[in-house]
């Protein structure tokens, strides 16, 4: 049940539970101008809000992911332009989507694109892909995450180096690293994409946004925080049917039938 959705700088379309969301400007290797950051994010909480959703993959088309900022746009901005428009907030709220993100990465994933790839849940990479943040090289530094979340993902001596020297990490290093959980032979990408986003839209969707939440939280507080809210997150998993639904299942040696969708 295909559907496709009025966007002009991506193609969104549904597949039973999951939806694809494609960044469709490849003759700028998909760099994000206003307009593209606005329709990403109407998107996302489009889906956010459709209970026939219960996850998403990201990808791009072409020969990029997405090529960061569109530098034609940003070049002549003040920083008075910057900080009014408060430019990169963006990618806080693409973080605050409830729904479980899955960054198909084809080809380049540099500056705000390596950046979106880092605010989703699940991130796979094609053999062809290369994640960089090359802001250095044109008079900027990462705007929207990337001193934050690449450090928190690959550790300081990876991310330092990529953020003051600009270099590119192909998808091997980058597994290697941590940024990315499984590389996968160019052709097998979205198949395989797929195939991890719909065994997360299978479960209790109210179980799979708690458990992301938990997760996300471990970058925000510390431990002994984050361990109190996991403990509340998981007695509050007891009220739900999909609990007991999921563990009389398992001792009935049946599949079991999620009711919260
Ligand atoms: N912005 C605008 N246009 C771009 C961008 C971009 N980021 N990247 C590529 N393009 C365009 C090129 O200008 C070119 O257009 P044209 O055909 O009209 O000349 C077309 O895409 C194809 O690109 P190339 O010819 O350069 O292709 P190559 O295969 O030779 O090189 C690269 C590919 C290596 C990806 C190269 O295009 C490149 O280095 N791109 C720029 C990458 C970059 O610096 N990204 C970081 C941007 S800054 C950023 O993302 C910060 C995010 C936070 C900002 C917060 C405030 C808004």
């Known amino acids: 049940n295909s559907e496709a959705r009025a966007y002009n700088t991506l193609l969104m379309t549904q597949e039973q539970n999951v939806a694809v969301v494609r960044l469709n400007r490849p003759k700028v290797l998909n760099a994000f101008d206003d307009e593209s950051t606005s329709e990403l994010l109407a998107a996302l ?12 993959v990201i990808t791009g088309t072409g020969r990029a992911f997405a090529a960061g900022a569109d530098i034609s ?22 973080a605050r989507v409830r729904t479980p993100l899955v960054a198909a990465v084809n080809g380049f994933a540099l500056g705000g694109g390596c950046e979106l790839a880092l605010a989703c849940d699940v991130v796979l990479a094609a053999t062809s892909a290369q994640f960089g943040q090359p802001e250095v090289q044109i008079g900027t530094i990462p705007g929207w995450g990337g001193t934050q ?28 690293a941590g940024l990315v959980a499984r590389v996968l032979p160019d052709e097998q990408l ?9 065994v997360i839209a299978s479960y209790s ?23 109190k809210a996991e403990r509340a997150a ?18 009935d040696k049946r599949s079991p039938h999620w009711r919260h969708k």
């Open 205 to 227: 969707a109210p179980v799979v946004r708690t458990a992301k939440q938990c997760v996300n939280l471990a970058h925000e507080v510390p431990l002994s925080a984050g361990l």
């Open 45 to 56: 909480r489009a889906c956010d809000q459709d209970r026939t959703v219960r996850c998403i």
């Open 190 to 198: 979205m198949a395989e994409a797929l195939a991890v986003a719909t």
């Open 73 to 94: 746009e940003m070049a002549t901005r003040s920083m008075q332009d910057q900080s009014a428009q408060d430019a990169g907030a963006w990618i806080d709220s693409v």
């Open 149 to 176: 979340r690449l450090i928190r993902a690959i550790g300081k001596a990876k991310a330092m180096e990529m953020i003051l020297t600009g270099r590119r990490m192909q998808a091997d290093e980058a597994e290697r």
């Open 234 to 251: 998981f007695h509050s998993t007891f009220a739900l049917e999909d609990q007991k639904e999921g563990m009389l299942a398992f001792l």
